[in-house]
């Protein structure tokens, strides 16, 4: 049977909600999700009856960042194999990131490591206020490479720099004060705050909001062919060296890695 890991439901308005749909892994991103949001991505900007998108997660969990199962499969992979896994996940991200229509984060749970990433691509992120985030790669001997061009258009260089590194969990209130989410509210004030963001883009012109966030886009931070593969080859790097598989190995014969105090 083959796993689903993502679902797509379009209201009669045209708003569509896109579903992280692994919620028994924490809606962990495998390499078939990547494919699919890819696929997913480039279906809803072509979609002339979508207005306006809304990136959510099914269970508790908004997205626990990389399948561990599927990292630990590259370390035993050639170099040009994790590669292209890594571009996989950089081609996702920019195609989330460049939609030509609104895309509205709705989050819950936990948002770590590539999850966080998500909700940087997303125009505007809302939170429940229990939410919890962290960028948890360094962690693992790893690095937020492939996500890292977004997180820092959404923060601001001055304000990643409190969190990319440290691998430090934070709430929702400070992930608003970061600039990664827009609000925090209750969990069951969460439907009503994304469809205050929804709501107003259903009076504007699709073809002037679609050539608005192009027009911005290409004045925030340079994120082209040539910032993407810097760090798919940023990543490469970690993965052929000593701390990746380490860090990896450690986690799953739970214990700390050697450079753990």
């Given at each position: 049977?083959?796993?689903?890991?993502?679902?797509?439901?379009?209201?009669?308005?045209g708003v569509a909600t896109l579903w992280l749909d692994r919620a028994g892994k924490h809606n962990a991103m495998s390499a078939r999700m990547i494919a699919e949001l890819h696929a997913a991505a480039l279906d809803l900007g072509a979609d002339e009856a979508v207005r306006v998108v809304v990136l959510a997660a099914r269970g508790k969990t908004f997205c626990a960042g990389g399948d561990l199962s599927w990292m630990r499969d590259q370390l035993d992979a050639a170099a040009q194999t994790r590669e292209a896994e890594s571009a996989k996940l950089a081609h996702m991200l920019h195609a989330l990131n460049t939609l030509p229509k609104p895309l509205i984060g709705r989050l819950q749970g936990n948002a770590?490591?590539?999850?966080?990433?998500?909700?940087?691509?997303?125009?505007?992120?809302?939170?429940?206020?229990?939410?919890?985030?962290?960028?948890?790669?360094?962690?693992?001997g790893l690095i937020p490479a492939t996500i890292g061009p977004y997180v820092c258009a959404r923060m601001g260089e001055a304000m990643a720099r409190r969190v990319f590194m440290s691998g430090r969990r934070f709430g929702a209130a400070e992930a608003v004060g970061l600039g990664l989410l827009a609000r925090a509210v209750p969990a069951e004030e969460l439907d009503k705050a994304v469809e205050a963001e929804v709501e107003p883009y259903l009076h504007c012109a699709p073809g002037a909001v679609a050539r608005s966030k192009a027009l911005l886009r290409g004045l925030g931070p340079r994120i082209d062919d040539a910032v993407i593969e810097h760090t798919i080859r940023e990543l490469a790097a970690c993965w052929a060296g000593e701390e990746a598989p380490e860090g990896?190995?450690?986690?799953?014969?739970?214990?700390?890695p050697g450079w753990a105090g």
């Open positions: 049977m083959t796993e689903q890991t993502i679902g797509l439901e379009t209201d009669a308005r770590f490591g590539g999850g966080v990433g998500l909700a940087s691509v997303c125009d505007v992120a809302i939170g429940a206020d229990h939410l919890c985030m962290a960028l948890t790669e360094t962690r693992l990896i190995t450690a986690f799953f014969d739970g214990r700390k």
